[in-house]
Nanobody, 122 residues
Framework: QLQASGGGMVQPGGSLRLSCAASGFTFDYYTIGWLRQAPGKEHQGVSC????????TYADSVKGRFTFSRDSAKNTVYLQMNSMKPEDTAVYYC?????????????????WGRGTLVTVSS
């Protein structure tokens, strides 16, 4: 089971940190992704850590602003979001897959949890 948390409302330029805790399995053997879905839009991959090489990738729209990290001891991953913009408003999901690639669609992952809503507005 995956559970994302930490969403809320923040002003433009502000920060939020999302958390995603896994239960019943360990993140260590999976490719882990953060994805988001804005109202009326399709899923978008935000960031991903590949199981094959441990490399972290980011969508161009969040590079330099978002940071994906993990705490293996807590079996939890995080998405630190800084310098937030109104276009970051979306429901954010964490998801895992045993594949080595980073899918752009939530449904291409094997597991995902309930998302957490992030709203960036003044």
């Amino acid at each position: 089971q995956l559970q994302a948390s930490g969403g809320g409302m923040v002003q433009p330029g502000g920060s939020l940190r999302l958390s995603c805790a896994a239960s019943g399995f360990t993140f260590d053997y999976y490719t882990i992704g953060w994805l988001r879905q804005a109202p009326g839009k399709e899923h978008q991959g935000v960031s991903c850590i590949s199981r094959s090489d441990g490399r972290t990738t980011y969508a161009d729209s969040v590079k330099g602003r978002f940071t994906f990290s993990r705490d293996s001891a807590k079996n939890t991953v995080y998405l630190q979001m800084n310098s937030m913009k109104p276009e970051d408003t979306a429901v954010y999901y964490c998801a895992v897959t045993l594949g080595s690639g980073c899918p752009q669609s939530l449904y291409e992952y094997s597991r995902w949890g309930r998302g957490t809503l992030v709203t960036v507005s003044s």
